[in-house]
T-cell receptor, first 113, second 115 residues
Framework: AQSVTQLGSHVSVSEGALVLLRCNYS??????LFWYVQYPNQGLQLLLK??????LVKGINGFEAEFKKSETSFHLTKPSAHMSDAAEYFC???????????FGRGTSLIVHP | DSGVTQTPKHLITATGQRVTLRCSPR?????VYWYQQSLDQGLQFLIQ???????AKGNILERFSAQQFPDLHSELNLSSLELGDSALYFC??????????????FGPGTRLTVL
């Protein structure tokens, strides 16, 4: 079985500050890990994914995430937040040849001027 | 614009009714995925079709069914609707089979309200 925990349903940062969104997973086999962003009234958009290549994954819009097996984590970061980054962010995992993904509950990123 | 279209955008219906949601994938994509997003359950994968065949099944209720047609568009049928079925239903498409390696492109969703 696999599961995803996103710590913090809401994260608030100031424009220009570091963004850190946390994701921990559990999986009995090596996972594939994903971060998606959802802007208001839109569908999900893939930010980045880890599929067992480099542990530091760079995505779109300046986001990156690091796969840490020992910590079972895949936290999402961005050095400097922009107002346009305000959105809902979802971490997801799939593993073991199963095509059934499990999503976290999402973290709402709020960016203050 | 992801290239995935969904109709209708909004749907309001009553308990016990049946509705059909439609999805047209991006040109050339063979896989279609359906998801449900609700406040109670979060985002859940329902079902995947690849080139007309069912490939993976998630938390899809027996009252729900889907199919993918020869032109690759897909329909999600929801019957005997309950209040708890109120949610956003997303369709996504990708070129291949593998959730792990394919990038999925999501449509804008259909918001279903059951009264």
């Amino acid at each position: 079985a696999q599961s995803v925990t996103q710590l913090g349903s809401h994260v608030s940062v100031s424009e220009g500050a570091l963004v850190l969104l946390r994701c921990n997973y559990s999986s009995s086999v090596p996972p594939y890990l994903f971060w998606y962003v959802q802007y208001p009234n839109q569908g999900l958009q893939l930010l980045l994914k880890y599929t067992s290549a480099a542990t530091l994954v760079k995505g779109i819009n300046g986001f990156e995430a690091e796969f840490k097996k020992s910590e079972t984590s895949f936290h999402l970061t961005k050095p400097s937040a922009h107002m346009s980054d305000a959105a809902e962010y979802f971490c997801a995992v799939t593993s073991g040849g199963s095509y059934i993904p499990t999503f976290g509950r999402g973290t709402s990123l709020i960016v203050h001027p | 614009d992801s290239g995935v279209t969904q109709t209708p955008k909004h749907l309001i219906t009553a308990t016990g009714q049946r509705v059909t949601l439609r999805c047209s994938p991006r040109s050339g994509d063979l896989s279609v995925y359906w998801y449900q997003q609700s406040l109670d359950q979060g985002l859940q994968f329902l079902i995947q079709y690849y080139n007309g065949e069912e490939r993976a099944k998630g938390n899809i209720l027996e009252r729900f069914s889907a199919q993918q047609f020869p032109d690759l568009h897909s329909e999600l049928n929801l019957s005997s609707l309950e209040l708890g079925d109120s949610a956003l239903y997303f369709c996504a498409s990708s070129g291949g089979l593998a959730w792990g390696t394919d990038t999925q492109y999501f449509g804008p969703g259909t918001r279903l309200t059951v009264l």
